[in-house]
């Protein structure tokens, strides 16, 4: 009898060791790891330009010329790919392009461009059953195609030791600029390996001293229209507000 019983609690133990093992088997089979998605981004980017109203300049570019704040919505698409460590948090990189971004207001053959922008972070939070809250902090750059100016080597201009020189005898050149993503997220879990996901957040940008166009007006008392010239200006670190929206899967 003994012997039966002892049996009887061996195999009971067998059959839950097995069921226990092969539990924690379906759950690591489950967990899902990585991830990959696309979003439709939106950037609203601080663009370059200056004003200066006198009646001329005592130095080449101007100094007292003052840089405006205005701002320019840039739209763009991108796509995104993530590592889980633990249920909390997550290694990840994003790549997103805006096709026709400037950095530049004025003037028409200064618009245009595109920019490309990489992310590469952690992003640490808290998943529920269906929602998940997240922040997120991700270094990386900023690539945009127009994003200083430069003299027109096929262009022969003269000049003028009074006067800022004409915006005709410059170019646009591209940059490379450090770029900064701070910011929280927000995903909902319609299945258990799909996701839809929001960011917002500020993405810093550290621009190098750069040229940027510049609005020349001579001044009420000076008999001659303004006309748009170039500027030189300090390296300056900029606030700009990023928010995308998008679908993702784990696998």
Sequence with gaps: MRKNSLFVAILGASILMSNSQNAFSQAVADEKKFEAGAQFVLLNQTVGQATFTGIACVTVPCPSFVPSNERDWHPGFGGRFGYNVTNSVAFEAELNFFPGAGSFKVPDAFKGGHEIEGLFGVKAGKHFDKVGIFGKVRPGF?????????????????????????????????????????????????????????DAGDTLVRLRERTVPGVFNPGPLVLAPSFLTIVRVPADTTHNFQASLGVGFRF
């Design 142 to 198: 900023l690539h945009a195609s127009k994003g200083d100016i430069r003299p027109r080597s096929n262009v022969a201009c003269i000049a003028i030791t009074i006067l800022p020189p004409p915006i005709g005898c410059f170019e646009t050149t591209s940059t490379n600029s450090f770029a900064f993503d701070l910011g929280g997220v927000v995903e909902v879990y319609p299945t258990k390996r799909m996701l839809i996901r929001f």
